[in-house]
């Protein structure tokens, strides 16, 4: 019951992810981002795909409330907050990795599996630094292939905004 449950919080993440384009202000992208990340943390939990993918999307929530602020006070993101950004990523990412349950020290494919998702992140977290107008949609579009991977692999509904995302970054890049 508990993983039917972790799916269905997965559609609903999915649905929020999926209408942030839609909306008009950059506060209702922001709130929707900051609970589909939240959605997405729960629905990982209950389906038992405990490692990285859940502190990645906690780094998500954080930096979506940081973003929030900087929107409130309608000031920039600083240089150092993305750094620190970057550094939380692969640190709770990789801390994610060595705390699973099940997690060995040596190279194997489950190992190598929850390195998707700290390489996607980071390569949205890169998108920022882009000065070139299709830089972050290239960036986007790897994050999004990167996670649509791991959700199918893991069986994560998540998967369908993944494909999504990829599919509509896809267009604007051949637009």
Known sequence: MQYIIGQGIGIVATV????????????????????????????FFLIGQIGS???????AILQSMVSMYH??????????EQ??????????????????PGFTPEVNAANLLELLPIFASSMLTFSIFARKEQTPRIFLLINASLWAVYMAIVGSTG??????????TLLALWK
């Not at 929107?71 to 150092?80: G, L």
């Not at 905004?161 to 509509?168: D, Q, V, Y």
């Open 71 to 80: 929107t409130q006070k309608q000031s920039q993101v600083s240089r150092w």
């Open 83 to 100: 750094l620190l950004f970057c550094g939380l990523y692969v640190g709770l990412g990789l801390f994610g990795i060595v705390t699973a």
């Open 16 to 43: 929020i992810a999926i209408s942030i384009p839609v909306f008009r202000r950059k506060w209702q992208m922001l709130l929707a981002t900051f609970a589909g990340n939240l959605l997405m943390a729960i629905h």
């Open 53 to 59: 993918a859940i502190f990645l999307y906690f780094v």
């Open 159 to 168: 998967f369908f905004a993944e494909l999504f995302t990829a599919i509509t």
